[in-house]
């Protein structure tokens, strides 16, 4: 069975970057298939970023320009760099793999003075 667990939150503040990673294990990795989602106190949880078939990548209007989502094939690895940081940007951020429907734990990611 698969797993993805994730790294690299932390406490910034706005304007600051971070740089998150996904590993994935236990499973063919598929990047097109995996994705970034968020989820702030009191809020549903919201697409970030993803990979998609063909090369494609698709980026929530909020973090267009912010943010880049990379791979690392040979590492089975996603990365979510995230630049220009703001405070509602402040949520717990979670790897996703949509082919297999599996979600990492989670890292916190608090954007604040």
């Known amino acids: 069975q698969g797993q993805l667990v994730e790294s690299g939150g932390g406490l910034v503040q706005p304007g600051g970057s971070l740089r998150l990673s996904c590993v994935a294990s236990g499973s063919i990795f598929r990047a097109y298939g995996m994705g970034w989602y968020r989820q702030a106190p009191g809020k549903q949880r919201e697409l970030v970023a993803r990979f998609s078939t063909g090369g494609a990548i698709y980026y929530a209007d909020s973090v267009q320009g912010r943010f880049t989502i990379s791979r690392d094939n040979a590492k089975s690895t996603i990365y979510l760099q995230m630049n220009s940081l703001e405070p509602e940007d402040t949520a717990v951020y979670y790897c996703?793999?949509?082919?297999?429907?599996?979600w990492g734990q989670g890292t916190q990611v608090t954007v604040s003075s």
């Open positions: 996703n793999d949509r082919l297999t429907d599996l």
